[in-house]
């Protein structure tokens, strides 16, 4: 293939069927096929509006397609349709792809974008696919016949960065790997050329997939491991919502997504390596140790094992090892604890002595923390304690708690409802709780200081008996013979 630009024009192969249902009946918008597309170019179905009839690529949107549920369009209203069918491209050099024909209430459009002139289309590498939406505008008249010349158009485009009149003729004996940046969130790859089995390494450029404080989190190269000769994929940094929910509801916070499309070939292994600014993990809260790389794989998740590879310059670098590709969501490991349930040991007590407060902190992040907790009686935080809690794991801690007034008295522990115990009155209580005196917030019992013992009856008895005995030992022995 030459450098010179060539334009190649080719009919969809399209039975555009794509007939639009009003509640006052069906009207036809497109119903015949048009001419085969030509060998560069193929046509694939990516949704339930389009399917394959005998070769020939069917987008219908009408209550005869029995894989939709609803009636069809509304009318005076504009509905869009997200990825109807795919454009791949099989030449072997870059090209701008656009569609055009001739209804002016359909739009065919790529990333919202539209695709119906050379000033408006889309870039594609070799072997790469795009994803085709449509938009359908029911406001105006809605033709009633054919909509015929519908064409796929392939210019010829250059490298990025290189002009047509300044490419050289290049000749090679091996793969030539092709890497280039439609938008500052997209990066497409492709190897021309490539041998089963080789290892290739691409680099992203510094794909930026977070932000915070000024600061980045980067997918800097894959390195791609072929199953199947020449391999063409892109990579996007998406919001990636649906990735990020399983990711959250597994533990982790998600930071960033990147999503992996092949066009052609197959992919046994890949190692993607990212970095992260210091600046940013410390905005993030978090730091390259706990970072954490998932696999969403059509809703199966996986997390990925890391390793931290080297720091320079101000930024951390870590890898991640994936058996294929899919989408990928960069996350901080965090530690989730909270109380999950509170109880009293004792409901009924005498002023003073202490009632028994449990609580059970679980901890539903991946990885181990430490909480400080607050026992609460009345609203009023009688007690804290710190509790440290392996990742997945529960622990449990139990705080005393006394009052000397009596009454009824609620707990808490950091807000979960534990019960209410009852101090009641006993012979010499302190007072109750609208009562003057005595304390109502003590920990332990005091302890009660002895008197002195009396001196009564019974021991003046007890004396007067023991010195008449010693009496009585003196006189016999004045009388015993001494010799």
């Known amino acids: 293939m030459t450098n010179r630009a060539r334009v190649l024009t080719f009919a969809v192969a399209l039975v555009v069927t794509v007939t639009l249902v009003f509640p006052s009946g069906a009207t036809p918008l497109f119903e015949r096929q048009t001419d085969s597309v030509g060998s560069s170019v193929e046509l694939a179905p990516s949704s339930d509006y389009a399917s394959l009839d005998e070769g020939e690529l069917v987008v219908e949107v009408s209550a005869s397609n029995p894989k939709l549920a609803a009636a069809g369009l509304n009318p005076n209203s504009v509905t869009t349709f997200d990825d109807v069918f795919r454009v791949q491209y099989t030449g072997s050099e870059y090209a701008d792809v656009w569609l055009s024909h001739g209804a002016d209430s359909v739009t065919f459009s790529v990333d919202g974008e539209p695709v119906e002139s050379e000033a408006n289309n889309v870039s594609l590498a070799p072997n790469e696919s795009v994803a085709v939406g449509m938009v359908v505008d029911t406001r105006g008249e809605t033709p009633g016949g054919l909509i015929d010349d519908i064409t796929v158009h392939a210019t010829v485009a250059d490298a990025p960065g290189v002009r047509a009149s300044d490419a050289p003729e290049i000749e090679f004996d091996g793969p030539i790997v092709q890497s280039r940046a439609p938008t500052e969130d997209s990066r497409r790859f492709a190897v021309l050329g490539a041998s089963t089995g ?286």
């Open 198 to 483: 080789s290892v290739y390494t691409f680099d992203a450029n510094g794909l930026v997939l977070d932000r915070a404080a000024g600061a980045t989190l980067e997918l800097e190269t894959v390195v791609v491991g072929n199953d199947d000769g020449s391999l063409s994929f892109g990579i996007d940094a998406v919001e990636g919502a649906s990735s990020r929910t399983l990711v959250r509801d597994a533990g982790p916070d998600p930071l960033g997504v990147a999503r992996v499309d092949v066009g052609i070939g197959r992919v046994s292994n890949a190692t993607l390596r990212f970095s992260a600014a210091d600046e940013y993990l410390a905005a993030r809260d978090t730091s390259v140790e706990t970072l954490a790389v998932y696999r969403n794989d059509d809703g199966a998740l996986s997390a990925l094992d890391v390793s931290v590879t080297e720091r320079r310059d101000g930024r951390a670098y870590f890898e991640a090892d994936a058996p294929g590709f899919s989408s990928f969501v960069v996350a901080a490991d965090r530690a989730r604890l909270a109380v999950a349930q509170a109880a009293l040991g004792q409901t009924t007590v005498q002023p003073g002595d202490p009632v028994a407060v449990t609580a059970t902190v679980a901890n539903d992040g991946t990885i181990s923390g430490e909480r400080r907790i607050a026992v609460t009686v009345d609203g009023t935080v009688a007690a804290e304690r710190t509790v440290a809690v392996d990742a997945g794991e529960t622990a449990s801690v139990t705080v005393p708690v006394a009052r000397n007034d009596t009454g009824e008295y609620d707990v808490a522990v950091d807000g979960v409802d534990a019960g209410s115990f009852v101090v009641e009155p006993s012979d010499g209580s302190a007072g109750s709780r609208n009562g003057q005196s005595g304390s109502s917030d003590v920990s332990t019992p005091e302890s009660v200081a002895e008197e002195p013992a009396g001196f009564g009856l019974d021991e003046l008895v007890g004396l007067v008996t023991l010195l008449g005995l010693i009496a009585a030992t003196l006189f016999l022995a004045r009388r015993a013979p001494w010799r």
